[in-house]
């Protein structure tokens, strides 16, 4: 039986709700606002948009500057650190891309710490620039700092939906370079847009990515059906039989909402289809399974 961690939330980490617990079980927030300009944002979207949907990274209110931010981070991961441990390490970032070069120095002195307390650290981008700033190699240099670091990419096909962010392509070769050192890695497939070029994001990465997250488009226009949704699931887990299969499959809510099916309904087939082994639910850690190496 899991252990339900008590409430918390702080000036920079927090324990999401909704749809990003679905993601993240902890999870730290010292920017708003992202200058990828990415058409889809949900920080865009309604309520969200004034206090979080600007067009470039702003320090959250309640720090006084960069200093404050992560001295606030630091106390607060200490605080909880046995918690965010236990429940699968710290997610980066729902207000932000954590790694756009202008708050990439704040966000890794915050990886860098947590990674040396000994917490997991998770990380979601769509940018590559980070990679070669010089101190970066830090985090792989050091074997205990990569088994406790994932990076994922949100990987959509759809580089005219995400003007300034770095291309899909480069994403895929970023998570290549970061593959290779032994790094465990992860794709966002959030939001499919196109459900064609998120089949074909998964079918290129599958050799390198670790775990599959994906989720549907929320407040827009969808281009596909039920029954689209149901054969795209099919699909995806069909590539878990593969030569080189697909090795960890999380559907989002969204994905089974649109399908009309549960989860308890999305085992059953997956079992039919000798496909249950890929599939993941939204506790899982990815830090508990073997080492990326081991692959």
């Excluded at 599958?206 to 827009?220: N, Q, S, V």
């Excluded at 989860?263 to 830090?287: K, M, N, P, V």
């Amino acid at each position: 039986m899991t252990t339900r961690t008590k409430e918390f939330s702080g000036k920079a980490i927090y324990r999401p709700k909704g749809k990003a617990g679905e993601y993240a079980r902890w999870a730290a927030n010292l920017y708003v606002g992202c200058s990828n300009g990415c058409t889809y944002c949900y920080c865009k979207k309604g309520i969200l948009e004034h206090a979080m949907g600007g067009d470039r990274p702003e320090l959250k209110k309640c720090f006084k500057d960069e200093h404050h931010a992560i001295w606030t981070f630091r106390y607060e991961l200490i605080k909880n650190r046995s918690d965010i441990i236990r429940d699968g390490g710290i997610f980066l970032s729902f207000t932000t891309d954590p790694c756009l070069l202008s708050t990439w120095n704040v966000h890794y002195d915050c990886v860098l710490f947590a990674l040396a307390a000994g917490v997991p650290v998770t990380i979601l981008t769509k940018c590559v620039g980070w990679l070669n700033e010089p101190y970066t190699a830090a985090l792989w240099n050091c074997k205990e700092f990569r088994e406790r670091l994932c990076v994922g990419f949100t990987l959509t096909g759809m580089d005219e939906m995400e003007p300034n962010a770095a291309s899909n392509d480069e994403r895929i070769e970023a998570m290549q370079i970061l593959s290779d050192k032994g790094i465990r890695t992860f794709a966002s497939i959030e939001p499919v847009i196109d459900i064609q070029k998120s089949l074909e994001m998964i079918i290129r990465t599958k050799e390198i990515c670790d775990m599959y997250k994906i989720g549907l488009l929320t407040g827009g226009q969808r281009n596909y059906s039920q029954n689209d949704v149901r054969d795209f699931i099919l699909d995806v887990l069909y590539m878990s039989t593969w030569p080189i299969p697909v090795r960890k499959v999380y559907l989002k809510n969204s994905v089974l909402d649109a399908a009309r099916l549960t989860r308890e309904e999305l085992y059953e087939q997956a079992e039919t289809y000798g496909t249950a082994d890929a599939l993941a639910d939204s506790d899982y850690d990815i830090f508990k399974t073997m080492t990326h190496e081991q692959h």
